[in-house]
């Protein structure tokens, strides 16, 4: 008698030349993200003297393209292949951040063209973002994708505390506009990863495209109808609104107010960034201690608001998987939507009642945004649902008054 050996495990993603393109394709970008998100402010500030509201302004041009086109983004990259779509968003980021220092030594460079590349970047950045995250599954094996996203999320937190503290002291010899060039470089090495990447995937059938607004709606319907996704949005999209406004003002507040170096700014936010480090690092052992659930109230409660990511994947069941696209984006458009709204009230704020006190409003508005997956089941839950049947049942059963 004989039984069926067990299915061999597919081999270490590191021996994936198609995976470790993309993942170099992907760390330059995450690269030249945190380069231009510390450069941009420091230009504005140090060089083109922007006050409060011209600060509030570039901080919401960044970001208004989640809250414009971050649904209709969702269902387009769903219909179509992925790869192309960060190929092009990061051509776009190229000609955009090599324009404005060429803008800066030609001696015409003004606060409204950063606030218009900003704009330019921002879409290009919910395309990458979007697609990226619902590349995935089309570039790994199912039982691989757990691994790749861990990699990935560990490349984005190292870039987190890298990224600021490079950029800090490259401020240190060069100016700003210099670092937006590098930061142009990032994205076009990005895009040459890319294109050595290659994939089976074929775009969806044209006769499956329903109207855009049904699977708009369809998306915000996954994302709102489970109540666990609904909480963790929620708790997200609050404390990034109130975060917002924040982050928006510190620059102002380091750079003008405290009169300190560019360069201290990059260390300080390095610094904030090395939270996210130590939060993905002990985040296994912090959820098998204290339960699954429970984690992202304490999580949240703790401000690690970064560790929110890690926890969500769980919930994905292997049915989303064509919603991926859609999914992603209706939780960016409602955690990210927020923050151009909150980035223009912020110099509003800082400019009607001064930025200490601005800086107070938003740490109380992150802490009462907590109140969403606090008061929620998670608070309870050791382990998260691993499928939709699952989800529903425990919701039904944790309804049921006790006996």
Same mark, same amino acid.
């Given at each position: 008698?004989?039984?069926?050996?067990?299915?061999?495990?597919?081999?270490?993603?590191?021996?994936? +030349?198609?995976?470790?393109?993309?993942?170099?394709?992907?760390?330059?970008?995450?690269?030249?993200?945190?380069?231009?998100?510390?450069?941009?402010? *420091?230009?504005?500030?140090?060089?083109?003297?922007?006050?409060?509201?011209?600060?509030?302004?570039?901080?919401?041009?960044?970001? =208004?393209?989640? =809250?414009?086109?971050?649904?209709?983004?969702?269902?387009?990259?769903?219909? !179509? %292949?992925?790869?192309?779509?960060?190929?092009?968003?990061?051509?776009?980021?190229?000609? !955009? $951040?090599?324009?404005?220092?060429?803008?800066?030594?030609?001696?015409?460079?003004?606060?409204?063209?950063?606030? *218009?590349?900003?704009? @330019?970047?921002? *879409?290009?950045?919910?395309?990458?973002?979007?697609?990226?995250?619902?590349?995935?599954?089309?570039?790994?094996? %199912?039982?691989? @994708?757990?691994?790749?996203?861990?990699?990935?999320?560990?490349? !984005?937190?190292?870039?987190?505390?890298?990224?600021?503290?490079?950029?800090?002291?490259?401020?240190?010899?060069?100016?700003?506009?210099?670092?937006?060039?590098?930061?142009?470089?990032?994205?076009?090495?990005?895009?040459?990863?890319?294109?050595?990447?290659?994939?089976?995937?074929?775009?969806?059938?044209?006769?499956?495209? %329903?109207?855009?607004?049904?699977?708009?709606?369809?998306?915000?319907?996954?994302?709102? +109808?489970?109540?666990?996704?609904?909480?963790?949005?929620?708790?997200?999209?609050?404390?990034?609104?109130?975060?917002?406004? !924040? $982050?928006?003002?510190?620059? &102002?507040?380091?750079?003008?107010?405290?009169?300190?170096?560019?360069?201290?700014?990059? @260390?300080?936010?390095?610094?904030?960034?090395?939270?996210?480090?130590?939060?993905?690092?002990?985040?296994?052992?912090?959820?098998?201690?204290? #339960?699954?659930?429970?984690? @992202?109230?304490?999580?949240?409660?703790?401000?690690?608001?970064?560790?929110?990511?890690?926890? &969500?994947?769980?919930?994905?069941?292997?049915?989303?998987?064509?919603?991926?696209?859609?999914?992603?984006?209706?939780?960016?458009?409602?955690?990210?939507? *927020?923050?151009?709204?909150? #980035?223009?009230?912020? +110099?509003?704020?800082?400019?009607?009642?001064?930025?200490?006190?601005?800086?107070?409003?938003?740490?109380? +508005?992150?802490?009462?945004?907590?109140?969403?997956?606090?008061?929620?089941?998670? &608070?309870?839950?050791?382990?998260?649902?691993?499928?939709?049947?699952?989800?529903?049942? %425990?919701?039904?059963?944790?309804?049921?008054?006790?006996?």
């Amino acid at each position: 008698m004989t039984t069926d050996a067990p299915p061999a495990p597919s081999p270490t993603l590191w021996r994936d +030349g198609n995976f470790v393109r993309f993942w170099g394709g992907e760390a330059g970008a995450q690269l030249g993200s945190e380069l231009g998100f510390l450069a941009m402010p *420091v230009l504005a500030i140090v060089l083109l003297g922007a006050d409060e509201i011209e600060v509030g302004l570039l901080g919401a041009a960044g970001m =208004l393209a989640f =809250l414009v086109v971050g649904l209709p983004a969702g269902a387009w990259i769903d219909r !179509a %292949r992925k790869r192309p779509i960060m190929m092009r968003a990061n051509a776009v980021r190229v000609l !955009a $951040f090599a324009a404005i220092p060429l803008l800066w030594w030609a001696g015409v460079l003004e606060i409204w063209h950063l606030i *218009v590349f900003a704009l @330019i970047v921002g *879409v290009a950045t919910v395309f990458f973002d979007v697609a990226y995250q619902s590349y995935i599954p089309v570039l790994v094996p %199912r039982d691989r @994708i757990a691994d790749a996203n861990g990699k990935l999320e560990s490349t !984005a937190q190292l870039a987190g505390v890298g990224g600021p503290a490079l950029g800090g002291l490259l401020l240190t010899i060069v100016q700003a506009p210099v670092l937006l060039a590098v930061t142009a470089v990032t994205y076009l090495s990005s895009f040459v990863m890319l294109a050595t990447v290659r994939d089976e995937e074929v775009a969806r059938p044209r006769e499956e495209h %329903r109207p855009l607004r049904v699977e708009i709606a369809e998306g915000l319907r996954f994302v709102f +109808g489970n109540r666990l996704l609904r909480a963790i949005t929620l708790c997200t999209a609050s404390t990034n609104f109130f975060g917002t406004i !924040a $982050f928006t003002m510190l620059p &102002l507040l380091v750079l003008r107010d405290l009169g300190l170096g560019p360069e201290i700014f990059g @260390i300080a936010t390095a610094v904030g960034a090395v939270g996210g480090i130590v939060g993905a690092v002990v985040a296994p052992k912090l959820s098998a201690l204290v #339960g699954e659930g429970t984690i @992202i109230p304490v999580a949240a409660l703790l401000g690690v608001v970064g560790l929110v990511p890690i926890v &969500l994947m769980p919930l994905v069941p292997a049915a989303a998987v064509p919603l991926l696209g859609r999914m992603n984006a209706s939780i960016r458009f409602v955690v990210w939507g *927020v923050m151009p709204i909150s #980035g223009a009230l912020s +110099g509003v704020l800082a400019q009607w009642l001064g930025i200490a006190t601005t800086l107070q409003i938003a740490i109380v +508005g992150m802490l009462l945004g907590t109140a969403f997956v606090v008061f929620s089941p998670l &608070l309870r839950m050791r382990r998260l649902p691993q499928s939709a049947d699952e989800h529903a049942a %425990r919701l039904q059963a944790d309804s049921e008054p006790d006996r």
